[in-house]
């Protein structure tokens, strides 16, 4: 069988501002895919909330709100996103891209797609399932707000594994005969985006569907003590250079525990001229290494050519589910949102 090899990059997006014009943004996101098409990249990720600022730190008054969300199911189509699909047909390039989703019931979605360039539509939906932050603006006036829970409704798509096509040549397919084809069909995909990052469960779902590529889309502050936290007073710098490492911490670590490679997509630096994104878009392997990150803050190509054969080893071995996974142990994972301290002593 030939080897399943996938030439796979981030596009590490700099910031996108409130003034920012969409043709101009999409200019930039097309030069993006032309730079990762030159490398013979394959499948190219986008950041969350792309095509716009990272408007829920914004108080937004409820009349312009919607020029903040896509309002078509039909990304591929929809004048505001068009030219991106267009360009990545030509280029026969898959990408996944994050955007705030106007659903046709009036609500609001933190969501990704996947767009088979070969198929020419969009395979495979996500919405954020884990919104951080506040419903209402902090009072403190100097505070970086994060108003998902505003904008946004929790997904309800779940974590649905899928398989993207036409990346692998000899793929098994359904039917042909071939039994035990683990780790032999067309790669094994999930979308996340960014606080889900954090979150194990949402991994371990995707685990158990054994997948081999997830991809997270991310805009994450730099400095935001009041959504931190300010038990250990930071400077900016180093707030940022934590931020950092608890992103491709969780990244390194979840790749590991379920065998996966990742591929994560800033939308990085200063947004809005005051609010600091971090970087760090990085592609990690199935051992928890970084084999490519984003040396800057700006619009940058990370780029990588993954084995996929490479998640063998962990999911057969050290995290081979079937053999060492206890789930009769494991209930209050679905049983218990919040924690319960074992009770006190007399
Ligand atoms: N966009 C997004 O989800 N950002 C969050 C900030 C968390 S603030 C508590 C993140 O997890 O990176």
Not at 183 to 192: I, T
Not at 203 to 221: D, H, P, S
Not at 245 to 268: D, I, T
Request: hydrophobic share 35%; proline share 5%.
């Amino acid at each position: 069988m030939a080897p399943r090899t996938l030439k796979i990059a981030a596009a590490q997006m700099g910031p996108v501002h409130l003034t920012s014009k969409r043709p101009e943004t999409l200019s930039r996101m097309i030069t993006l895919l032309q730079s990762a098409s030159s490398l013979g990249a394959q499948l190219v990720l986008f950041p969350e909330t792309a095509f716009t600022t990272f408007f829920p730190r914004h108080l937004i008054p409820s009349q312009e709100l919607d020029t903040y969300f896509e309002h078509s199911d039909n990304l591929p189509d929809a004048e505001n996103t068009k030219p991106l699909f267009d360009e990545a047909k030509k280029l026969g390039i898959d990408i996944s891209v994050g955007f705030a989703e106007r659903a046709e019931d009036g609500k609001g979605y933190n969501t990704s797609v996947y767009f088979s360039a070969k198929k020419g539509e969009v395979i495979a939906k996500y919405r954020k399932v884990h919104l951080p932050g506040t419903k209402e603006p902090f009072e403190n006036p100097d505070a970086v707000n994060q108003l998902e829970k505003r904008y946004f409704e929790p997904g309800n798509l779940g974590f649905q594994a899928f398989r993207a096509p036409d990346l692998v040549e000899g793929a098994v397919k359904k039917g042909n005969g071939v039994e035990a084809a683990l780790g032999k069909g067309d790669p094994v995909m999930g979308m996340m985006i960014c606080n889900d990052r954090r979150w194990v469960e949402g991994w371990r779902i995707y685990g158990m569907q054994g997948v081999e590529v997830v991809l997270c889309g991310y805009n994450t502050a730099g400095f935001a003590p009041d959504l931190w936290g300010t038990r250990k007073v930071m400077t900016p710098e180093e707030a940022e250079k934590d931020a950092v490492f608890h992103h491709k911490l969780v990244m390194q670590g979840n790749s590991y525990m379920n065998s996966c490679f990742s591929v994560s997509a800033a939308k990085a630096g200063l947004e809005d001229g005051k609010y600091d994104l971090i970087g760090g878009s990085c592609i990690t392997s199935p051992e928890g290494h970084v084999l490519a990150e984003a040396k800057g803050k700006g619009d940058e190509i990370v780029f990588a050519e993954l084995d996929l054969e490479d998640c063998r080893q962990g999911k057969e071995k050290t995290f081979d589910f079937d053999r060492h996974r206890r789930i009769d142990q494991y209930g209050p994972i679905t049983q218990q949102t919040g924690v319960v301290e074992p009770d006190l002593l007399e």
